[in-house]
């Protein structure tokens, strides 16, 4: 079954059946984690690097921001039975303007606090498809844990 | 390749304004205008008059207590948040369709057009500045050149796109150097047919190049400038171009805006977007 994940959303699955997709990538980051021994795994859209942009935001929707979302989608894995040393996390967005100094880095913003989180939990990206000036759909398929990216009309695998 | 003679004769069939919209934009900007002739031009067309209605009813235009009536909508809202209302209710059929050449499905210009209005005020907040009047109207329609481009765009795909993304020229300017003309422009043309009054024109016309437009008080361009940007690199409404344009600098560096200016309009404009629901699942009909 095909689940929609919006912006500041977050979707874990266990079903083999279910395809979690997220849209409009643009410099937002898309996570998608698999477990393929448990067959659990999550997508999460992020928007934001940090959430101390605002506090009262963050408490009522922490997948917005890309501090606390990544660390609330490993968590939720990890509660319904994933293990961090199978886990296998690919990476899709953080786009920018066509100038990449400048103002408008929040895709690296993004990119950077991911790293970080992952790297606070010793986890490595296995895969990822970011930068640019395009926008990106991410799909995770939770059958094998399959990853695509689709942007400017061609899809590739992750 | 130019084709922009072709471009701009064909643009104004596409992009006709009912006659109704035309005439109350027209009324509305004449400072002795009788109230009651402008309510006759507006519910001359009882689509517009429903379109209206509904956006002065919501929370997008910012009025929470009912408006019954296109009078009382004139009595309450004054004359330049009617033009808005017009225009608005007007562009919002167009700018629903799917968009080819952009890549833009149905819904999707319609979502940064309200979010690139949205972003124009809350910049303005942000950076401590009051927001001129003109500014939310003309940040909603800069991209109404994209309905009349799109089929263009579309035509003239390999060419605009290897110029874009090979060559890494930014997105207007491959329309401009292909076709002889960019979106930008084109709205422009569109709007001026319109009878919009001229700061929201210009603004359109030079959002992807504030610098060049050449009156004397550029934040309203600038604001629609940035914003536009703001919500191109964040994805929001974002197509085939996404965000390949090159943000202006002294637009930027004159505002004063950063990262954090940035990311806190960008927080604003999802709260905005999620408050307007049906607005922008399609309430406003054709």
């Known amino acids: 079954m095909n689940h929609t994940v919006g912006i500041g959303e977050m979707r874990v699955s266990s079903r083999p059946e279910d395809v979690l997709v997220t849209y409009s990538l643009g410099s937002c980051v898309g996570l998608a984690v698999y477990d393929p021994v448990a067959c659990v795994g999550g997508l999460i859209h992020c928007m934001l690097p940090l959430s101390k942009i605002d506090l009262q935001k963050a408490c009522a929707n922490p997948c917005m921001f890309t501090d606390l979302g ?15 040393r199978r886990l296998v996390v690919k990476v899709a967005g953080a786009a920018e303007a066509l100038d990449r100094e400048g103002v408008f880095k929040i895709g690296e913003r993004n990119y950077t606090v991911l ?7 010793d986890i490595l990206i296995a895969a990822e ?17 399959r990853t695509t990216v689709r942007s400017r009309g061609q899809e590739v695998e992750l | 390749m130019a084709r922009r003679p072709e471009i701009l004769a064909k643009v104004r069939s596409i992009g006709a304004m009912p006659a109704a919209a035309v005439e109350a934009i027209r009324l509305a900007q004449d400072p002795d205008v009788d ?16 379109n209206v209605l509904r956006l002065a009813n919501s929370a997008f235009f910012g009025f929470r207590r009912a408006i019954a009536s296109i009078r009382e909508a004139i009595v309450r809202l004054g004359m330049i948040r009617i033009v808005s209302l017009v225009a608005a209710s007007s562009f919002a059929p167009l700018a629903r369709r799917r968009i080819r050449g952009y890549d833009l499905p149905p819904g999707q210009l319609w979502r940064h057009s309200v979010a690139s ?9 942000a950076l401590g500045l009051r927001a001129p009047d003109q500014v939310f109207t003309a940040a909603l329609l800069h991209d109404i050149g994209k309905v009349a481009l799109g089929t263009f765009v579309e035509v003239a795909a390999e ?33 001026e047919d319109w009878r919009l009054p001229p700061g929201i024109v210009e603004a359109v016309a030079w959002h992807h190049l504030p610098t060049r437009f050449e009156g004397k008080d550029r934040l309203v361009t600038d604001l629609v400038h940035v914003a536009d940007q703001i919500c191109l690199v964040g ?31 960008t927080c604003r404009i999802l709260s905005g977007l999620s408050e307007l629901g049906d607005l922008l699942a399609g309430e406003t009909g054709e």
């Open chain 1, 70 to 84: 990544a660390q609330v989608l490993l968590q939720t894995v990890f509660d319904h039975g994933a293990e961090k």
């Open chain 2, 235 to 265: 994805g929001i409404g974002a197509g085939a171009d996404g965000s390949h344009y090159r943000p202006s600098e002294e637009a930027v560096s004159g505002l004063r805006v950063t990262t954090r200016v940035i990311e806190t309009v």
């Open chain 1, 129 to 145: 498809d970011i930068g640019g000036t395009s926008p990106r759909t991410l799909t995770l398929y939770m059958d094998n844990g």
């Open chain 1, 115 to 121: 790293r970080k989180v992952l790297w606070k939990n």
């Open chain 2, 117 to 125: 209005a949205i972003g124009s005020l809350e910049l303005a907040q």
């Open chain 2, 159 to 191: 060419p605009i796109m290897a110029l874009a993304f090979r060559q890494k020229v930014a997105f207007d300017a491959a329309e401009r150097q292909v076709l002889g003309i960019d979106h930008a422009e084109l709205g422009a043309v569109l709007l």
């Open chain 2, 35 to 50: 109230i009651a002739k402008l309510t006759r031009a507006i519910e001359y067309d009882p689509g517009l008059t429903s």
